[in-house]
């Protein structure tokens, strides 16, 4: 019989029921949402929302049972191994439920995922790197509370400085074609950013694009290769224009900043549970609620100064058609609620439009 009571007896159990459970939920929700459609924009813009959807859910409902294990963590050093250990596996295993799902649909090829390995890669970074993490942040915040300050302070800024990084390890990127990197660092210079590196991402039905890193030198601007592929170039332009945008108004900067100040006011919330005034936890959380809805009004307004930046460096006519073209070819709506931009930090294509228009 298995003692449930043991830590990683119940972190094993929760694995494989988990994992069933997710296997089960995304074949058919890939089923009812992807399977039917035909055009591969589309097709992977969904896979795509539904993944993020999906692992953020597994990432607060692994966060609640790692503090919720963490609790019943016996003392000593070994334990604490062990329990990140089982934690990191069962963050690979929980990953590996969506190659799974979509390999059992055959739309896997719709995803950035050119090779096994790339998968293996992706599941290895995302699950063991995140809920081993995690599990590091529980074990610490029962044994030493006020540590974990530290560490996410640290913590939040660090991984924004090694994005440039994870994106080459995560995704199959390439140098830009010699015509399309001269136009670009054009405008990089025009921007004022003539430290940023420029790559092609492969195997992503996407259209998209980012910018990542906060450190000068080693920031880099990714565009997928439907991009370069589906849009004519003075409208690609726009869209790097608009990532050079988030670089010149130190948009990444300040998500950084407003990160690590939501993240640790939340964190020091939980840790007051632990101190001798519990009833201080209320007033962290309500303070921390009301700086993450400033965080995510702001994140909606960098898009629009992002938008400005792209028509100085190009022209009004082309953004506007580089904003219909990629709507269009993600097949997301045109109009969408101020809710629902609020909830996705990105401003409807109609709204953007407007407000290059009353410029």
């Known amino acids: 019989m298995i003692d449930l009571t043991h830590p990683l007896a119940s972190i094993a159990v929760a ?3 988990g994992w069933l459970i997710l ?13 039917s459609e035909s055009d591969k924009a589309v097709i992977s813009g969904r896979i795509r929302s539904i993944s993020e959807t999906v692992s953020t859910g597994c990432l607060f409902a692994g966060a609640a049972f790692a503090g919720y294990v963490s609790l019943s963590l016996p003392d000593g050093l070994g334990h604490a191994a062990a329990f990140v250990g089982g934690f990191a596996v069962a963050g690979t295993v929980l990953s590996s439920a969506n190659l799974v799902a979509l390999s059992a649909h055959g739309i896997l090829e719709y995803t950035w995922i050119e090779r096994p390995r790339d998968g293996v890669r992706a599941i290895i970074l995302s699950g063991a790197g995140t809920y081993g993490g995690m599990a590091v942040v529980a074990a610490i915040l029962v044994t030493a509370p006020i540590a974990i300050l530290g560490l996410v302070a640290v913590g939040i800024p660090t991984h924004y400085a090694l994005g440039p990084w994870l994106i080459e390890q995560r995704a199959t990127a390439k140098p830009v074609p010699q015509h399309l990197e001269q136009r670009w660092q054009r405008l990089a210079v025009d921007a004022g950013c003539d430290d940023i590196t420029f790559r092609i991402v492969t195997g992503s039905g996407s259209a998209a694009a980012a910018a990542v890193g906060i450190v000068p030198g080693r920031r880099l601007i990714y565009v997928t290769e439907t991009l370069t592929q589906k849009v004519p170039d003075d409208e690609l332009e726009t869209v790097v224009g608009h990532e050079l945008g ?5 948009h990444l900067e300040k998500r950084v900043l407003g990160s690590t100040i939501l993240w640790t006011g939340i964190v020091a919330g939980i840790v007051s549970l632990f101190s001798p005034l519990p009833e201080a936890t209320f007033y962290v959380l309500v303070g921390a609620i009301i700086g993450y809805l400033f965080y995510r009004k702001r994140l909606v307004q960098h898009e629009y100064e992002a938008d400005a930046v792209a028509v100085d460096l190009t022209s009004p006519d082309a953004v506007t058609r580089g904003l219909e073209r990629i709507t269009e070819l993600e097949g997301r709506p045109r109009e969408t609620s101020r809710e629902y931009d609020f909830l996705t930090s990105h401003p409807s294509t109609a709204r953007r439009v407007r407000r290059l228009e009353n410029a």
Do not use: E, K
Not at 23 to 35: A, E, I, N, T
Not at 246 to 250: A, D, E, L
């Open 15 to 17: 694995t494989v029921i």
């Open 23 to 35: 296997v089960v939920f995304l074949w058919s929700v890939y089923r009812w949402l992807v399977v």
């Open 246 to 250: 988030h670089v010149r108004n130190r």
